[in-house]
């Protein structure tokens, strides 16, 4: 079992940041790739970004691409989502991920746990 716990949701005005953190507990880490979703009302939880189990290698989605960043602390069991140049179709609840793969995966059956999610909302 790995437990993933997402903080650092808010409310931000539309050009603003945010970074999202995820806490890992349980199995080793460093086995999982680790990834964040999002979800927003009456939508289906969308691919956002993803890392590889030793980090290095990253993918995001080409609505991100540019403002967000994906990293990963092994050490610590931590993995980020910067977000800049936020927008209001940014707003959403962001899930955090684990994958117990090599590759990065960009859909939800891809994942074995997910954290409850953290609300993001960008106001315009």
């Known amino acids: 079992q790995v437990q993933l716990v997402e903080s650092g949701g808010g409310l931000v005005q539309a050009g603003g940041s945010l970074r999202l953190s995820c806490a890992a507990s349980g199995r080793t880490f460093t086995n999982y790739a680790m990834g964040w979703f999002r979800q927003a009302p009456g939508k289906e939880r969308e691919f956002v970004t993803a890392i590889r189990r030793r980090g290095g290698s990253t993918a995001y989605a080409d609505s991100v691409k540019g403002r967000f960043t994906i990293s990963r602390d092994n050490a610590n069991n931590m993995v980020y989502l910067e977000m800049n140049s936020l927008k209001p179709e940014d707003t959403a609840v962001y899930y955090c991920?684990?994958?117990?793969?090599?590759?990065?995966?960009?859909?939800?059956?891809?994942?074995?746990?997910w954290g409850q999610g953290t609300q993001v909302t960008v106001s315009s």
């Open positions: 991920a684990a994958a117990n793969r090599v590759d990065i995966g960009r859909h939800p059956n891809e994942y074995d746990y």
